[in-house]
């Protein structure tokens, strides 16, 4: 299977509907993090007052929306992912997408919060190694 290579404008072009899918996805992470942790002080004082008066309702609500929480994050990624962006770090919210330069695949670096793409690096670098946008990504023209 060929990997799908982006242009520099073809990725800026998808940056807001990726930014929102990104954030969406670390929302939700974020949410069922959060009830994990519920859960794990709820398991605690169970075990250590060997038994405890629980509101099951509230629990299996909160399960539910844990499951929904992880879907949607889920189904965030595979969004990103059907479109050929590589998520490399939800929390930081750094994506990569494959791009050609000088006949060889290189990724094209944005983190969440910047304005624009502005960083590549090479695929066996990562966002330490990554170096400014030049002229042979933008046609000689500056960026």
Do not use: Y
Not at 122 to 132: K, N
């Amino acid at each position: 299977m060929s990997v799908r290579t982006f242009t520099l404008a073809e990725a800026q072009s998808l940056l807001p509907i990726l930014e929102s899918l990104l954030r969406k996805a670390a929302e939700s992470k974020s949410t069922a993090e959060s009830l994990d942790a519920q859960f794990h002080l709820l398991n605690r004082r169970i075990f250590l007052a060997g038994g405890t008066q629980v509101d099951v309702a509230a629990v299996a609500r909160q399960r539910g929306e844990r499951e929904v929480a992880i879907r949607t994050a889920k189904d965030s990624l595979a969004e990103i992912d059907a479109i050929g962006v590589q998520v490399k770090d939800i929390d930081k919210g750094l994506l990569d997408f494959p791009c050609k330069l000088d006949g060889e695949t290189v990724l094209l670096c944005w983190k969440l919060g910047e304005p624009a793409i502005a960083h590549w690096h090479t695929l066996d670098g990562g966002f330490a190694t990554r170096r400014p946008i030049d002229h042979r990504f933008t046609g000689g023209k500056p960026q």
